[in-house]
């Protein structure tokens, strides 16, 4: 049955004009903008409630790492000052409360279809319209699609041998039940120590009778430093909004951290160590974005830090085999995406925690009631996959995109993506991606909320012109996609991370984030604005009808 969206009329022939799929920060935002733009519009999601990644990552000490009201929006003055976060770093339980809040304080729930996971979207060359059908089989007739899908959102679990043999209960991280899992007294097994990982290990071991934690590949993890927003700070963040907001909106990261000035060579070995403890103190990503400026440029500065964080763990760890392990020996700082921990490495030294690193003794199977490595069998009653997620494109891939001619949108992508700005891919015209591929080297709210902003002010600029139907010329989508890939040769990520995709067997591996990252994505778009959006193929879905 299609459905009449509110927030808007809908002209003749369509359902709605502006169809957003996804209800986390990007969708959110999408379909705000759009109902503020008088465009009808509803949002598809297939949860039942609002967040995206803050609804899905439910695990144990899911939070952010990246301060608060820096991920927040910052678009309403209004809501940034209503809203009070307790801690620097939110936890999942107080993100979500902030996104139903948002769609609270601008009524936008009544556009919102909850449960409703879209199977496939197939564009109509003579109606120059794209029909999205869900699940259960309703359909909407749409103008224009937004799939606000996420880049971390199809969650990866390997394909080990006997993997579904398994009679205990096993988790991803990303699909973590809403009633919780109670791991009191039981043996816990957590596979996998990226981000997710080494989050959920501190409270597991907190409840566990016994945890082994499987590590492929250890990473460089740092203190989050977390601690609660004082009133006098809230107070400090509200008077300071408009600065705040100035600074989030421009600069290269979206993080509120000045960028570096110092060059390690100014400073002596012993004011180095001292500095390199202030990073360690330092909230979040400014040991990242506050260190040395020559940190990521120069392998000998990059050494003494990463010398620095290994004296650190060897201090924290008791146990110098394990220590050992917890040390990454195969990449340097910054070259893939640095997790933050809180009493992390410090549960290596419970009685009850032990270590697997599976480099040295690889998984073989996993049983009925365990898990078996070269080295033998262990029996658990839950196993965790924090094993990640097919980024970037794993949602759009398995969307049932189909544009012009029936191409679809996973065949079109098969050797790597190709886009524009990381919003749309030249032969699904009116299909948007923000937050997709080649989005956001940056702290990701404001990246694609930039992407958002952009889709919004093309689809007012193109009703204004009297247009309705927008496609990429292929050659600009050649020169963006070539542009990315050419800057991907100078980057500090290297291809092990999953920023390319290598953490998917059989995935191409490309650069899935744009290095140029928001200067580069603002010049685009300033450039696109200011000729009226005239390089794109623009066109009337009148003349597209009688052609
Ligand atoms: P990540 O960062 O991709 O981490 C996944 C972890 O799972 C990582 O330690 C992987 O080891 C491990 N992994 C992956 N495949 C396997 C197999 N086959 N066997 C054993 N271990 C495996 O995902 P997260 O969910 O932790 O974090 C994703 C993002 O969410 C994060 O960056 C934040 O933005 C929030 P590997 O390093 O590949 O050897």
Request: net charge negative; hydrophobic share 35%; glycine share 8%.
């Amino acid at each position: 049955m299609p459905e009449q969206a509110e927030g808007g009329r809908s002209p003749a022939g369509v359902d709605v004009e502006v169809l957003v799929i996804g209800a986390g920060v990007t969708g959110l935002y999408q379909l705000y903008r759009a109902r503020e733009d008088g465009f009808s519009t509803v949002l598809l999601e297939a949860g039942e409630g609002v967040g995206g990644t803050w609804y899905w990552n439910r695990y144990p000490e899911a939070r952010f790492d990246s301060e608060s009201y820096t991920y927040a929006y910052v678009f309403s003055k209004e809501m940034f000052c209503e809203w009070e976060w307790s801690e620097q770093f939110a936890s999942q339980p107080e993100i979500e409360r902030y996104f139903q809040r948002f769609v609270e304080h601008f009524d936008l729930a009544s556009l919102i279809r909850f449960g409703t996971k879209v199977t496939s979207v197939e564009w109509d060359t003579r109606t120059s319209t794209w029909t999205v059908t869900a699940a259960d089989g309703r359909t909407w007739v749409a103008r224009y699609v937004v799939a606000a899908t996420g880049m971390l959102s199809y969650p990866y679990i390997p394909e080990v041998e006997g993997r579904e043999d398994f009679c205990g209960e096993s988790h991803h991280t990303g699909l973590w039940p809403a009633e919780g899992v109670d791991v009191t007294g039981k043996r816990v097994a957590v596979v996998g120590t990226g981000s997710s990982g080494v989050q959920v290990i501190p409270p597991i071991a907190a409840e566990a009778a016994e945890l082994v934690v499987y590590q492929r590949t250890p990473n460089w993890c740092t203190p989050l430093n977390n601690a609660p927003i004082t009133p006098e700070e809230q107070e400090a963040l509200r008077n300071d909004f408009e600065q705040i907001q100035r600074t989030l909106n421009t600069s290269a990261t979206g993080f509120l951290c000045p960028p570096p000035e110092r060059l390690s060579s100014e400073d002596t070995p012993e004011e180095r160590q001292a500095f390199y403890e202030s990073m360690w103190n330092s909230p979040g990503f400014a040991k990242l974005l506050a260190n040395y400026k020559d940190l990521l440029s120069d392998p000998e500065v990059n050494r003494e830090w990463c010398d620095f964080i290994a004296a650190k763990i060897r201090g924290i760890v008791r146990d110098p085999e394990t220590a050992e392990r917890l040390i990454p020996k195969d990449h340097r700082y910054g070259e893939k995406r640095p997790p933050f921990v809180t009493g992390y490495f410090e549960v290596f030294n419970e009685p009850h925690v032990s270590l697997v690193s599976l480099a040295d003794t690889p998984m073989v199977r996993i049983t009925e009631t365990g898990i078996e490595t070269t080295d033998g069998h262990r029996e658990f009653d839950v196993i965790v996959w924090a094993t990640g997620f097919d980024y970037g494109t794993g949602q759009l891939r398995r969307l049932g995109v189909r544009g012009v001619d029936g191409v679809a949108l996973e065949d079109r992508w098969a050797d790597g993506p190709l886009t524009y700005l990381g919003v749309q891919t030249h032969g699904f015209p009116n299909f948007f991606f923000p937050g997709g591929p080649h989005g956001a080297s940056a702290n990701v709210p404001r990246y694609n909320t930039d992407q958002v902003d952009y889709v919004a002010d093309l689809l007012a600029a193109m009703r204004e012109q009297g247009y309705d139907v927008v496609d990429v010329p292929e050659e600009l989508e050649q020169t963006f996609t070539g542009m990315i890939d050419q800057m991907s040769r100078h980057i500090p990520f290297t291809k092990i991370s999953y920023f390319f995709g290598s953490n998917i067997p059989g995935k191409p591996v490309r650069n899935l984030l744009n290095p140029g990252g928001r200067p580069m994505l603002f010049k685009f778009i300033e450039d696109l604005r200011a000729e009226g959006y005239a390089s794109l193929q623009l066109s009337r879905s009148a003349e597209v009808a009688t052609r």
